[in-house]
C-alpha cells in the first residue's frame, strides 16, 4: 500500500498512477451496475476524490483491505448501490407525489431533503441490521466493510469454502427480503 502512504504525503504522481492503473476498471464497474454514463463517470469521480481526500478515514480502510484492487472496487460498488438506492427513492418518491397530486409537478411543491433521506436511511439500515442475529452481522461485516475474499472468509469463519460463500449469499437473501421500500 505504498501507493496510499504516497498520496498521504501529497505527491500527485499517486494519484496519477492510480488513475491510470484503476481508472478504466472503476468506471467500468459503476457503468455495470448503474448503466448510465454519465452517472459512472460521476462515481468515478467520487472513488478519486475520496482517495484524494486522504485526511478521510478512507486512506486507512484502503490499508487494511488485502489489495488496492479489492478495496478501490468495494469502494466502487458501494459508491454505485448508494446512487442507485438515491435514484429509487427518489422515484418512489415521485410517484407517490404524483399520486397525491395529479396533474402537479413534484419540483414545485417539494424539495428532497438529502439530509433527512440519509438520516432515515441509516435508520432503516439499522432497524434491517437488529433483525439479524450476531453470527450474519459478523459476516455482512468480514464481506463488506472488510472487504475479505471467499477464502479468507472461510478461514476465519472455520467452514469449508462453499459453506462460508452459502451463508454470506443467505444473509444478503435474508436481508433483500426484510428489505422495507420507501
Not at 167 to 179: D, G, W
Amino acid at each position: 500500500m505504498a501507493v496510499v502512504e504516497h498520496l498521504r504525503n501529497g505527491q500527485m504522481l499517486a494519484f496519477d498512477v492510480l488513475f491510470q492503473r484503476y481508472g478504466v476498471k472503476i468506471y467500468s464497474v459503476a457503468y455495470a451496475i448503474v448503466a448510465d454514463v454519465k452517472e459512472a463517470e460521476t462515481i468515478t469521480q467520487e472513488v478519486f476524490t475520496a482517495l484524494w481526500q486522504v485526511n478521510q478515514p478512507i486512506s486507512e480502510w484502503l490499508e487494511n483491505q488485502e489489495s488496492l484492487h479489492a478495496g478501490l472496487m468495494t469502494l466502487t460498488r458501494s459508491h454505485s448501490l448508494a446512487l442507485i438506492k438515491r435514484r429509487d427513492w427518489v422515484c418512489k418518491l415521485l410517484k407517490f407525489w404524483r399520486s397525491l397530486f395529479p396533474g402537479q409537478r413534484p419540483a414545485e411543491l417539494f424539495v428532497i431533503s438529502q439530509d433527512n433521506h440519509a438520516e432515515h436511511e441509516a435508520r432503516a439500515t439499522d432497524q434491517l441490521l437488529a433483525t439479524l442475529s450476531k453470527k450474519e452481522r459478523e459476516i455482512l461485516k468480514l464481506v463488506y466493510a472488510e472487504a475479505i475474499t471467499p477464502e479468507r472468509l472461510a478461514k476465519r469463519l472455520r467452514l469449508p469454502d462453499s459453506v462460508a460463500t452459502y451463508r454470506a449469499r443467505k444473509v444478503l437473501t435474508k436481508l433483500h427480503q426484510r428489505r422495507v421500500y420507501v
